[in-house]
Nanobody, 124 residues
């Protein structure tokens, strides 16, 4: 089963930026869509962004569209989430995840392997 390890979380002021990274091992990284989901305290895990296996297609939740950018480096088996113009409501644990499919994934149920998560806290 694919192993996913996230990094890059932390504390940032509103309006600031963070870049999350997720390194994948033990699996055919290049064959699957990959993505990010997040879970805030007391809330359900929600979809944030995904990228197709080629990197040619990206999908975003409406709440992050225009502020977050997902990308992947197939040579490094790594995906990234660049987060700009951060808001306090972006505060959550962010999880990297492997898609069940190679192309469009846009819900948490479309993922079948998860990282341990990284905390992102945005102060007002």
């Amino acid at each position: 089963q694919m192993q996913l390890v996230e990094s890059g979380g932390g504390l940032v002021q509103a309006g600031g930026s963070l870049r999350l990274a997720c390194a994948a091992s033990r699996g055919t990284f290049s064959s699957y869509a990959m993505g990010w989901c997040r879970q805030a305290p007391g809330k359900e895990r929600e979809f944030v962004a995904s990228i197709t296996y080629t990197g040619g297609g990206t999908y975003y939740a409406d709440s992050v569209k225009g502020r977050f950018t997902i990308s992947r480096d197939r040579a490094k088996n790594t995906i990234y989430l660049q987060m700009n113009s951060l808001k306090p409501e972006d505060t959550a644990v962010y999880y990297c995840a492997k898609g069940k499919y190679s192309v469009r994934v846009t819900t948490t149920s479309d993922f079948d392997s998860w990282g341990q998560g990284t905390q992102v806290t945005v102060s007002s």
